[in-house]
T-cell receptor, first 115, second 112 residues
Framework: EAQVTQNPRYLITVTGKKLTVTCSQN?????MSWYRQDPGLGLRQIYYSMNVEVTDKGDVPEGYKVSRKEKRNFPLILESPSPNQTSLYFC??????????????FGPGTRLTVL | KQEVTQIPAALSVPEGENLVLNCSFT??????LQWFRQDPGKGLTSLLLIQSSQREQTSGRLNASLDKSSGRSTLYIAASQPGDSATYLC???????????FGKGTKLTVNP
C-alpha cells in the first residue's frame, strides 16, 4: 500500500531533550516536506526537500533541522525542543516538484508536546 | 509573500444542499492550487489539484475552479452528504517557488 508513515504518532518530552520524528514514504517520491499545524495558525511549512541531499527552508524553519540522505526518508530533528514547538506535525511527499503539479500525500501526523 | 484566505471559517448546511467554499490568494504567480480534506485527528487527503494553466478540475461531486487574475479559487460540492463533514483546506504555491502556503480552512458540517 502506497503510504507516508511517521513515527512516533504521539510524543511527550521535556524542554531541551533532543528528539527525531521519522518520516518514510514507499512511493519513490522525490519531493518531501514537513508541516506543523497549530490552532488559529493553520498549516505552515517547516522544510522541504526536492531530492536526496537537497533541502530548503519553508516559512517556519527556526528550531528544526532535516536531512535527506535517502530518497524514502526525511527525518525532522529538534535539537533542543521548547514548549512553543508543541504542535501537530505532518510529513508529506509527492512524485516530483510542486511546480510539476503533483499532488501531495500526507502522513497521519505526530502530536508533540514539549513540557 | 503568498497569503491564502478561506471564507467562511465554518459552514453548516442541511444534507442535499449544493455549496461553495472560497479560497483567495495574494500572489498570482502560482504553479498550482490544491484542495485538501482533513478529518478530525487525521492527516490531509488531496481532493483536487488545479495547474496554473487550468481553469477547473472535477472529481465526482466536487468541482474546483481557479481564477489567477482575481486570486480566487472555489470548491463546489454538489448534493452534500453527512460524510462530507470535515475541514477543507486550500493551498497555493508561493511566488514560483516550491513552498506551499495553506489557508486556515473551512469547517463544514452537513446535517442529516
Amino acid at each position: 500500500e502506497a503510504q507516508v508513515t511517521q513515527n512516533p504518532r504521539y510524543l511527550i518530552t521535556v524542554t531541551g531533550k533532543k528528539l527525531t520524528v521519522t518520516c518514510s514514504q514507499n512511493m519513490n517520491h522525490e519531493y518531501m516536506s514537513w508541516y506543523r499545524q497549530d490552532p488559529g495558525l493553520g498549516l505552515r511549512q517547516i522544510y522541504y526537500s526536492m531530492n536526496v541531499e537537497v533541502t530548503d527552508k519553508g516559512d517556519v524553519p527556526e528550531g528544526y533541522k532535516v536531512s535527506r540522505k535517502e530518497k524514502r526518508n526525511f527525518p525532522l530533528i529538534l535539537e533542543s525542543p521548547s514548549p512553543n514547538q508543541t504542535s501537530l506535525y505532518f510529513c508529506a511527499s509527492s512524485s516530483r516538484r510542486l511546480a510539476g503539479g503533483n499532488e501531495q500525500f500526507f502522513g497521519p501526523g505526530t502530536r508533540l508536546t514539549v513540557l | 509573500k503568498q497569503e491564502v484566505t478561506q471564507i467562511p471559517a465554518a459552514l453548516s448546511v442541511p444534507e442535499g444542499e449544493n455549496l461553495v467554499l472560497n479560497c483567495s490568494f495574494t500572489d498570482s504567480a502560482i504553479y498550482n492550487l490544491q484542495w485538501f480534506r482533513q478529518d478530525p485527528g487525521k492527516g490531509l487527503t488531496s481532493l483536487l489539484l488545479i495547474q496554473s494553466s487550468q481553469r477547473e478540475q472535477t472529481s465526482g461531486r466536487l468541482n474546483a475552479s481557479l481564477d489567477k487574475s482575481s486570486g480566487r479559487s472555489t470548491l463546489y460540492i454538489a448534493a452534500s452528504q453527512p460524510g462530507d463533514s470535515a475541514t477543507y483546506l486550500c493551498a497555493a504555491t508561493q511566488g514560483g517557488s516550491e513552498k506551499l502556503v495553506f489557508g486556515k480552512g473551512t469547517k463544514l458540517t452537513v446535517n442529516p
